[in-house]
């Protein structure tokens, strides 16, 4: 089993419409979790961090994290051509030495 | 502009080459990472360094050798490499202990030839 799970897609939605971006995780005592957008050729970046069970609204983007479930997931609102981009899910590990283990990506595409 | 600055951001090189890539971080983090990102692949972790220590090398051959001589600096030595080596390096780097935030470079893009 990966560590870390995405659907690598391509999830496709229209202009306007909501994406929804799901991941899932092993490791159970993981603490931390994050959602990094790449656009094609360049580095990744982050756009949320979330450490608690529920959600984190920040803009146009609502993080999801339910640790029962292992289970975080990423919602954009209003999705904008410019979204499409792969989302990478990240977690860390139960270690001390900070080691982030990512998923493959989804690549999201959004038509106008 | 992230903070994480990495030379040179295109890289080709023969075989028996010997090159290196660098890293410089202006955060004031305590670790610093080396990742490799291959066609379709998964964002694989090679080496950690925490507080210039190295805690973690993911099976990495030998070919790839890192340096960190201070806090803010990292480097990849290369030599020997294969044409399979060709890919985009990303260093990174983060505040263990608050959050864990990793903030990459832009990338160094390597092609072996």
């Known amino acids: 089993q990966k560590e870390v799970e995405q659907n690598s897609g391509p999830l496709s939605v229209p202009e306007g419409a909501i994406a929804s971006l799901n991941c899932t995780y092993s490791?159970?005592?993981?603490?931390?979790f994050f959602w990094y957008r790449q656009y094609s050729g360049k580095s990744p970046e982050l756009i949320m961090s979330?450490?608690?069970?529920g959600d984190k609204e920040d803009g146009r983007f609502t993080a999801q994290l339910n640790k029962a479930s292992q289970y975080v997931s990423l919602l954009i609102r209003d999705s904008q051509p410019s979204d499409s981009a792969t989302y990478l899910c990240?977690?860390?590990?139960?270690?001390?030495?900070?080691?982030?283990?990512f998923g493959q990506g989804t690549t999201l595409q959004v038509k106008p | 502009e992230t903070g994480v600055t990495q030379t040179p951001r295109h890289l080709v090189m023969g075989m028996t080459n010997k090159k290196s890539l660098k890293c410089e971080q202006h955060?004031?983090?305590?670790?610093m990472y080396w990742y490799k990102q291959s066609a379709k692949k998964p964002l694989e972790l090679m080496f950690v360094?925490?507080?210039?220590?190295?805690?973690e090398n993911n099976s990495v051959p030998s070919r790839f050798s890192p340096e960190c001589p201070n806090s803010s600096h990292l480097f990849l030595h290369l030599h020997t490499l294969q044409p399979e080596d060709s890919a985009l390096y990303l260093c990174?780097?983060?505040?263990?202990?608050?959050?864990?935030?990793?903030?990459f470079g832009e990338g160094s893009w390597l092609t072996v030839v």
């Open positions: 360094y925490n507080f210039k220590e190295q805690t």
């Open positions: 955060l004031g983090h305590n670790a």
């Open positions: 490791d159970r005592v993981s603490q931390s």
């Open positions: 990240a977690v860390v590990g139960s270690s001390n030495t900070g080691k982030l283990i």
């Open positions: 979330i450490y608690s069970n």
């Open positions: 990174a780097s983060s505040q263990v202990g608050i959050g864990n935030t990793i903030y």
